[in-house]
Structure formats: C-alpha cells, structure tokens
C-alpha cells in the first residue's frame, strides 16, 4: 500500500473469497470506485427512477420501488481498476489477503 501514490490508478483482482461477510461488503464498496461500475449504477439508478410506479392510496400517492440489480459481486476473479487515495488505503490493507493489488 505504501508503494502507491495519490491519484494513481490501481487493478485489484478478488484471489479467493472471504468468510466473513464484512469483507466481503467491504471489497464490493470498494468494487463499487470503478469508473465502469460507478456508470451502470448512476445509470440502474436513472431507469429505475424512471420506471417507478406511483399509485394512488387514500388520496397520497404511494410508490413500488423496483428492487436494485446487483451490479458488482465479490468472486474468485473479478477484476476492477480504480484510483488510489489514501482514504481507502485502511479498506484496502483490511481486505489484502483476499485481493491480488498491483498498479495498472
């Protein structure tokens, strides 16, 4: 971790899968910084709100919201790239064992 700087983009690669759920959780919220996945959620995130179905119930309007799809997945293999900051830099150190981090 220390080897990395600010700003530089990082390729992180899920080696085996964690027991504990927490960190699980953890490696897809950082899963979650890439750029390409950021996208599909703002964009999951737009349709959604688009398809929302509001409804009339004793004179307010009542909303179905749609269930979220599952966009990133913590499994064996999954890549991603993302930019190194030194506020994930504690996330990532949790999370090392499980994840092969090398500078793209």
């Given amino acids: 971790m220390t080897s990395f ?15 504990s759920d927490n960190r699980a959780q953890t490696i897809e919220r950082l899963m ?11 964009k999951a995130h737009r349709v959604r709100q688009q398809r929302l179905n509001v409804y009339n119930r004793g004179n307010r309007d009542w909303t179905s919201r749609e269930i979220c799809a ?20 504690t996330d990532l ?6 994840l092969k981090i090398e500078a793209a």
């Fill in 5 to 19: 700087k600010p700003g530089q983009t990082i390729k992180c690669t899920v080696t085996s899968k964690p027991k």
């Fill in 70 to 89: 599952r966009i990133v997945r913590c499994e064996v293999g999954n890549t991603w790239t993302m930019r190194f900051d030194h506020n994930i830099a």
């Fill in 93 to 98: 150190a949790a999370v090392a064992t499980y």
């Fill in 32 to 42: 979650r910084l890439d750029p390409a996945s950021r996208r599909s959620l703002k």
